[in-house]
């Protein structure tokens, strides 16, 4: 799956490597109502183009995981500032 990686010299590694830093810190950075979306960006880092198969929970379920991560940003980072505006999709 990564072949053409053997057929990179150094300089391309290294720009490879800063375009898939770049994109990991921008999904690391997401804030806000940003946390809840998918990231079809990231996944486009990947050399392979696919459309990604997803299957969504039906909605007291997603809701229920949602309640969890957002539960679990509490106990993970306690001191994040809040963010309190609602979304304007």
């Known amino acids: 799956m ?3 990686l053997q057929t990179f ?3 391309k590694l290294i ?3 800063k375009r898939l ?3 990991i810190r921008a ?3 997401t804030s806000g109502h940003d946390l809840c979306w998918h990231h079809p960006d990231l996944w486009d880092l990947l050399p392979e183009k696919t459309e990604p198969s997803i299957a969504v929970p039906p909605w ?3 809701m229920r995981g949602c309640i969890q991560y957002r539960q ?6 306690p001191d994040a ?3 309190d505006k609602e979304f304007n999709g």
């Open 2 to 4: 990564d072949d053409d």
């Open 9 to 11: 010299d150094r300089d």
């Open 15 to 17: 720009a490879e490597v």
């Open 81 to 83: 500032p809040v963010f």
């Open 72 to 77: 679990s940003l509490d106990e993970q980072a």
């Open 60 to 62: 007291p379920k997603f």
């Open 21 to 23: 830093r770049a994109g």
């Open 27 to 29: 999904h690391r950075d």
